[in-house]
């Protein structure tokens, strides 16, 4: 992290333009971790700018207006260099991504997904750490390795980014609560935090969840309960609502003009024991379906084309192998 850091105060004390983008319908832990990196790099020197590809999740809206920060949607590409944050791979950015493979600025990736070897290939600077449970705290290690402090409103988004990511730390490791300590002492308000990421119920979501139970398609694999489901939006949510009801792996997918969508999750135990990492299955699966794929070990997604029955024989019989006992 210290030639990473290196590298990015020198182009900072250089005043050097800099675009820090985000994924698509970014959440909370991009939003986050774009926005302070982009705020300490301007007080190194730089002109850097924070960017989002197409969208901010609805919790996202909610929590800049909390705050009272702004971040651009599909800002123009004229910076000589280009900051990834919580971006695995070129496809989660759309057309912006298409724009970038044109363009080809300097690309510096920092991620904390499983890393993929296209994008390695791409950037002249390629940081991924898996190991940390959300990219915030991977941003606030790197802060700091910038010999800075995130100010107590960053160091909030920062928390905001954290406690989403790792669902109210139900997916917490040690160093996030390492993290979380450190930056509640930067002047964190926490009640305000959590109001920020609060939404009003969404009727919506719940008929969504209900669907997604009603329409389980359910299979005992090496005793494991693997289901699998299909729904329109949101796909994450039921994903992770199948899992907390009873399911080994939840896989919900969509299909919508020959273009498909998987989102899946799988409860800790199994990944600790088989060593069964949805963001490697998921990485497969785009592939094979002509898209990309990735994530974390328990909580990953892909995009791809062809039909949603054949990604989930392709699901199931990969499920088979990956499900098996250790000997």
């Known amino acids: 992290m210290k030639e990473l850091a290196n590298f990015l105060a020198g182009a900072a004390e250089r005043g050097q333009q ?4 985000c994924h698509h319908n970014a959440d909370p832990d991009a939003v986050a971790s ?7 790099l301007n007080r190194l020197g730089a002109r850097a700018k924070a960017g989002v590809s197409e969208s901010l999740s609805l919790i996202s809206q909610n929590l800049l207006r909390a705050f009272g920060r702004e971040i651009a949607i599909n800002p123009p590409l004229e910076a000589g260099l280009v900051v990834l944050v919580d971006t695995s791979s070129l496809e989660h950015l759309g057309k912006l991504g298409e724009q970038l493979e044109q363009k080809a600025p300097k690309l510096v990736v920092i991620d904390h997904h499983r890393p993929v070897e296209a994008m390695k290939q791409l950037a002249s600077f390629y940081f ?4 940390f449970a959300s990219e915030s705290e991977l ?10 402090e ?4 960053g160091a909030s988004l920062l928390l905001a980014g954290i406690i989403s990511d790792t669902a109210h730390f139900r997916f917490a490791k040690d160093q996030t609560f390492e993290a979380v300590n450190s930056l509640i002492k930067a002047g964190v308000n926490y009640r305000r ?12 979501k719940r008929v969504a969840m209900l669907k997604a139970a009603q329409r389980v398609e359910l299979r005992r694999i090496h005793g494991r309960l693997v289901v699998l489901s299909e729904l329109g939006s949101f796909e994450g949510d039921a994903a992770s609502m199948l899992v907390r009801i009873g399911a080994d792996v939840a896989i919900v997918g969509s299909e919508e003009k020959g273009r498909i969508r998987l989102s899946g999750r799988a409860r800790q135990e199994i990944l600790k024991t088989l060593g069964l990492h949805l963001g490697e299955l998921m990485e ?11 994530g974390h070990a328990g909580a990953a997604s892909m995009n791809g084309e062809g039909e949603l029955e054949e990604a989930k024989k392709y699901l199931f019989k990969a499920l088979q192998q990956k499900l098996k006992p250790k000997e």
């Open 128 to 131: 991924v750490q898996e190991e």
């Open 193 to 204: 935090v959590l109001e920020a990421l609060r939404l009003p119920e969404d009727p919506s």
């Open 18 to 21: 800099i675009l820090v983008l």
């Open 34 to 40: 774009a926005i302070v990196l982009t705020e300490v």
């Open 139 to 148: 941003i606030l290690q790197l802060v700091r390795k910038l010999g800075a």
């Open 284 to 294: 497969e699966l785009g592939k094979q379906f002509g898209g990309s794929g990735g």
């Open 150 to 153: 995130p100010t107590p409103e």
